[in-house]
């Protein structure tokens, strides 16, 4: 990277800056920036300096440090967000098995909700289960970014996105929007009203979540992290998780590195081992 104003840029953005946005979201986030994401991160933190009408990079750096209420600016500009109604398929049918098999299942965990895709999901397996919105089970729908999370709990939807959901679950699950609102849907309060939302930093050592967790559904977020927070967060939700629960990771997700911590149980589904931290008690 040049230690130049980049041709074309309005901002100097230097190797040195670039390190310090690493060490920052690495410090509030635990995310691993790779060297790749140096345009990324220029094009959104401008976003957050002309907003502030600062003068540059390193006048931001000191207003973040200065400001603790600019940290979640700072991580939701630099958080990716990719998420789509049902995405990996058969993990909702690893859903559906799970709830037939344990109807003492009470709590779901989605850790990574985004814009809600996820948890909405799951929201409508496990009303479909119950044949009825009103069910025992608790659905925690969680971000580290509050702004996606705000969306989430608002439920609309470019029509678009649903092209994929079945027709039948179309019908029952969401409402076509009129006027100001002409080519979006809404989920239908009753399946909004399924999910508690909160925010949560998954590398904080307290989580505002009751255990135990019968399923947690944390798909290709471990990626963002090095080992060694993988290690801490995947040792904090095993403590969570019910003794029989599951952990659900993302197709490029793989934690054979973690023996001792979690064991597959199908694909890309995990249990944590046996007498290592499952937790037992609720609190």
Same mark, same amino acid.
């Given at each position: 990277?040049?230690?130049?104003?980049?041709?074309? !840029?309005?901002?100097?953005?230097?190797?040195? @800056?670039?390190?310090?946005? *690493?060490?920052?979201?690495?410090? %509030?986030?635990?995310?691993?920036? =790779?060297?790749?994401?140096?345009?990324?991160?220029?094009?959104?933190?401008?976003?957050? $300096?002309?907003?502030?009408?600062?003068?540059?990079?390193?006048?931001? %750096?000191?207003?973040?440090?200065? +400001?603790?209420?600019?940290?979640?600016?700072?991580? #939701? =500009?630099?958080?990716? +967000? &990719?998420?789509?109604?049902?995405?990996?398929?058969?993990?909702?049918?690893?859903?559906?098995?799970?709830?037939?098999? @344990?109807?003492?299942?009470?709590?779901?965990?989605?850790?990574?909700?985004?814009?809600?895709?996820?948890?909405?999901?799951?929201?409508?397996?496990?009303?479909?289960?119950?044949?009825?919105?009103?069910?025992?089970?608790? $659905?925690?729908?969680?971000?580290?970014?509050?702004?996606?999370?705000?969306?989430? &709990?608002?439920?609309?939807?470019?029509?678009?996105?649903?092209?994929?959901?079945?027709?039948?679950?179309? *019908?029952?699950?969401?409402?076509?929007? *009129?006027?100001?609102?002409?080519? #979006?849907?809404?989920?239908?309060?009753?399946?909004? &009203?399924?999910?508690?939302?909160?925010?949560?930093?998954?590398?904080? #050592?307290?989580?505002? $979540?009751?255990?135990? $967790?019968?399923?947690?559904?944390?798909? +290709?977020?471990?990626?963002? %992290?090095?080992? =060694?927070?993988?290690? /801490?967060?995947? !040792? @904090?939700?095993?403590?969570?998780?019910?003794?029989?629960?599951?952990?659900?990771?993302?197709? /490029?997700? +793989?934690? #054979?590195?973690?023996? &001792?911590?979690?064991?597959?149980?199908?694909?890309?589904?995990? !249990?944590?081992?046996?007498?290592?931290?499952?937790?037992?008690?609720?609190?």
């Amino acid at each position: 990277m040049s230690e130049l104003r980049p041709l074309g !840029k309005e901002y100097i953005f230097t190797s040195a @800056h670039f390190n310090t946005v *690493k060490s920052l979201l690495y410090q %509030f986030a635990g995310i691993k920036l =790779a060297e790749s994401k140096d345009a990324m991160v220029y094009s959104r933190l401008v976003r957050r $300096i002309r907003a502030l009408k600062l003068p540059g990079f390193s006048d931001y %750096f000191d207003y973040l440090q200065a +400001n603790e209420s600019e940290h979640q600016e700072f991580i #939701n =500009a630099l958080t990716t +967000n &990719q998420t789509a109604f049902f995405r990996e398929p058969h993990h909702f049918e690893v859903l559906k098995r799970h709830l037939q098999a @344990h109807p003492q299942t009470k709590r779901i965990w989605c850790a990574a909700s985004s814009t809600g895709e996820e948890p909405y999901s799951i929201a409508m397996v496990v009303a479909e289960h119950f044949g009825r919105f009103n069910t025992p089970i608790e $659905i925690i729908a969680s971000d580290i970014d509050s702004a996606v999370l705000k969306k989430a &709990q608002l439920g609309i939807y470019p029509i678009e996105r649903i092209e994929t959901v079945s027709d039948e679950r179309k *019908k029952m699950f969401f409402q076509r929007g *009129k006027g100001a609102q002409l080519g #979006n849907v809404r989920v239908v309060p009753e399946l909004r &009203q399924m999910l508690q939302f909160t925010r949560i930093n998954l590398v904080d #050592n307290f989580w505002s $979540i009751k255990t135990p $967790i019968d399923i947690i559904f944390c798909r +290709n977020v471990m990626i963002y %992290f090095d080992k =060694a927070t993988q290690e /801490s967060i995947l !040792k @904090h939700m095993m403590l969570s998780l019910a003794e029989d629960g599951l952990y659900i990771a993302g197709h /490029s997700e +793989n934690f #054979n590195m973690f023996p &001792q911590i979690i064991t597959p149980v199908g694909q890309t589904t995990y !249990k944590a081992v046996k007498g290592s931290v499952s937790a037992k008690t609720e609190y």
